[in-house]
């Protein structure tokens, strides 16, 4: 509990899903809690939780695909506390539908988000705690950023590019003080699945179709992201059949992808042209 007392954190996609779950166990945990998000209303609430919880709470309006925006958050930050301990990059959304149907305006808002996203905040994050000599990034990726998934080819690009971003980065860190961890958990119980984007062919939110014993509590989501955080660890995988599946993928590499290839036969279910 002490390891995050009085340190200074930034979450984005505070307002929701894991990353309230992150402010508010932050906050629990006597820390000075950044609530960032694009949801203004949203985020004010968390941080009002967080203040109530034991911790500080500010929120802030911030859209994580304008560059400049996100460095100027990082850079007030700082400055109005006098560090940066912890820049968690959580923002993020989910598409569902085949990439034979995707737009290019498609890919590019979920690469905008979910990777550049990510990019703008590690890189900002980065610049300042070489500075300052200490700090760590923790960025959210996902299982697809691990092995291949069915039915969301664009989510699990960035999601590989996130992981790969996070762990060459965190080699080039570890002499100059700061820590970079990588989050790739399987489902988890948030709003990032109702507000899904449906891509045309797909009729229905299959998303809602996976059974509720397969998903995380967030709450319990963000537990573990703090333990690994407080054991400095490279890639967080979590639950247990997700981390299964990363060292089969590892192990067998054709077996993950026989499995993903039987997801898109049953995905193709719910096609609009089936």
Known sequence: MRRFQEKVAIVTGGASGIGRALCEALGRRGARVVVADIDEPGARRVAE???SSGGRGQSVCLDVRVAEAVRARVRETAAAHGRLDYMFNNAGIANLGEARD????QWHRIIDINFLGVLHGTTAAYALMVEQGFGHIINTASQAGLYPVAGTVSYAA???AVVGLSTSLRAEGAALGVKVSVVCPGPVKSNIVDSATLVSSFRENVFKKVPPFMMMNADLAARKILDGVVRNRAIMVFPFSAHALWW??????GIPIFLARLGVQAFRRFRVDA
């Not at 995707?102 to 305006?105: N, W």
Request: charged letters at 20%; one cysteine or more; a positive charge.
């Open 102 to 105: 995707m737009t290019a305006e």
């Open 49 to 51: 939780t967080v203040s």
């Open 248 to 253: 089969l993928h590892r192990l067998h590499p």
């Open 158 to 160: 960035c999601k590989h």
